[in-house]
Structures are given as C-alpha cells and as structure tokens.
C-alpha cells in the first residue's frame, strides 16, 4: 500500500541545503525513495520548483516546510506537509520569517566583528546577504574559509551559538501552526527530544511542550528521525499514541552541510512502520503529486 522508502524531512539551496531541487530529485530516486517532502526553512521555493520537475513516473512528493519558532517555554522547529503553496497564509509567513532572518544575519555578522573581530571582505557579504534563506551555516563556511574557525562545526558551536541576539528574530510556534493550518496543511513538530536541534529535553519538558502545541493545533510528531536513539523512538511514539498525534518520518538532510544521509530515517518500510505514520500517509495521499494513491 505504501512506498517503501520514505524522506519526509530534507533541505536545499533555499535554506542551508547543498543540494539544488532538480539534485535533490536525482538523489532521491537513485535511492529509491518512492515518497518525499522538502522541508527547507521557513521557505516555498524549492516546493514551487519541484512542482514542476516532476512527471508521471517520478517518486511521491509532498509540500513542506520547516519553520524556526519561539516563545516563552523555549525553541521549537514546525513542520508543516501537504499545505497549498499558493495560500496567503502560508506565503505571508514565509515573508514575514524572511526578513526575521535576514536581520538575524546582519546582527550576527556585526557581533561577530564586535566580540570576535571577524570580518569578510564586502563581496562575500554581498553573496551571503543575496541568499534565499542565509543562516548559521553559511557563516560557518566563511568563517572556515577565512580562518576563523578549524570547521563549520567549530564555527556554530563555539562562535556563532554564544551569541546573543536582542529583539524578536523568530515566530511564536502558534503563529506556525495556524498558518500551517489555514494553508490546508498538517503541522508536526520537528526532532522533538532536540528542541531546535540543539537541545536535549527530558520527558517532562516534552510533555509540557507537547501539550502547550496541541492546544494551538498541532497534529504530529517527528517520530522516525536520523538521530534518534531507539528509547527516544520510543518514547515519541509514547507521546503520539497518548496524545493521539501523528507520526512522519525524516532523515533532516542538509547536502554536505550535515553529515546525515539521504532517506536515514531509522525507518527501513513505511509499510511496517507505527499506525500514526499510516494515518499521515493516509491524510496526505491525496494531496500528494507522484505515483502512488489509496485506493
């Protein structure tokens, strides 16, 4: 009834990914993954794009999208699959988070200069700044080129990860949601146990969050995940069958710019995989461009 390789998490150029759409298409079929999504950061690009490579034959694919979110209880990451990406809800959202980012940029690239004394020459601003969706590891990669850092990795942690942004530079997980919703799309929140995935929750910290999230409209879990160990699986689906939310499943690939493989999502055929994950597959089915449909 189902593919039996899914991805339903991945990233491209149009937020920190290395892999173009037209990339992303190849790879995924070279590894007969027969259902995928991108989720690139609070962007539609590459989804508008993908829309019109596909043809008949080609793998199942769902619109999504991952959003960066904030509020009072901590950091979260919102997917949302299967939204119209013509809907002004969704597309005056993307917008709105756009220029969040691009501030967020600018006001790393000055604290770098202020607390570090990092700088780049102006053309590799200019190119950084001209990006559809520029973040932390795009700065990495020029603080490595320009011998800041020994690696992208040392860049984030020890640079870019203690500084300290004042002023509002992400959206409230509710304004996510509705959006999301409004959109005619599925909101599920993303590696669940790692917060914005960088964090490490215990189990009462999700079930506050869990419970804060439903309350606004959410409707799934990320419960098959790259990095999750098998308890933490476990304990995902704990939540999703308590709470009665649904589960996706994602590798979180981001190209050369993570060291995850392409459909790594802990889950070897969605046709063995939990009920919750069914019922996802289920709902999106009809909303998805490719070959496969219930019957």
Same mark, same amino acid.
């Given at each position: 009834m189902y593919p039996t390789l899914i991805d339903m998490h991945m990233h491209t150029t149009a937020s920190d990914g290395t892999d173009s759409p037209e990339e992303i298409l190849k790879a995924v079929k070279d590894a007969g993954i027969g259902l995928f999504s991108m989720t690139d950061h609070d962007a539609v690009k590459s989804c508008v794009k993908m829309q019109t490579l596909l043809s008949e034959n080609d793998p199942v694919f769902i619109?999504? @999208?991952?959003?960066? &979110?904030?509020?009072?209880?901590?950091? *979260?990451?919102?997917?949302?699959?299967?939204?119209?990406?013509?809907?002004?809800?969704?597309?005056?959202? #993307?917008?709105? !988070?756009h220029d969040l980012r691009m501030q967020k940029v600018q006001k790393r690239l000055e604290a770098l200069h202020d607390i570090y004394h990092v700088t780049f020459p102006d053309e590799e601003v200019d190119a950084l700044l001209s990006l559809n969706n520029p973040g932390?590891?795009?700065?990495?990669?020029?603080? #490595?080129?320009?011998?800041?850092?020994?690696?992208?990795?040392?860049? @984030?942690?020890?640079?870019?990860?203690?500084?300290?942004?004042?002023? !509002?530079?992400? @959206? %409230?997980?509710? %304004?996510?949601?509705?959006? @999301?919703?409004?959109?005619?799309?599925?909101? #599920?929140?993303?590696?669940?146990?790692?917060? %914005?995935?960088?964090?490490?929750?215990?189990?009462g910290e999700l079930t506050r969050r869990i419970r804060v999230l439903i309350q606004y409209g959410l409707r799934g879990l990320? &419960?098959?995940?790259?990095?999750?160990?098998?308890?933490?699986?476990?304990?995902?689906?704990?939540?999703?069958?308590? *709470?009665?939310l649904l589960a996706s499943a994602g590798s979180d690939y981001h190209g050369k710019n993570k060291m995850i493989m392409l459909g790594d999502t802990n889950l070897d055929d969605a046709n063995e995989a939990d009920e919750q994950l069914h019922r996802l597959l289920d709902e999106l089915a009809p909303r998805g461009r490719g070959q496969w449909s219930i019957q």
């Open positions: 619109n999504g @999208i991952e959003f960066s &979110c904030k509020d009072g209880g901590g950091k *979260y990451h919102i997917l949302g699959f299967g939204y119209d990406h013509n809907s002004e809800a969704i597309l005056n959202l #993307v917008e709105y !988070t932390k590891p795009h700065i990495g990669n020029l603080m #490595v080129k320009y011998g800041f850092a020994e690696s992208r990795e040392d860049a @984030i942690n020890h640079f870019l990860n203690q500084i300290r942004i004042k002023g !509002t530079t992400s @959206i %409230d997980p509710k %304004d996510a949601i509705e959006a @999301i919703t409004k959109s005619g799309g599925i909101p #599920v929140l993303a590696h669940p146990v790692y917060g %914005d995935g960088s964090q490490l929750l215990d189990e990320e &419960c098959y995940y790259s990095g999750f160990s098998p308890k933490e699986q476990k304990m995902m689906f704990n939540f999703a069958h308590e *709470y009665d």
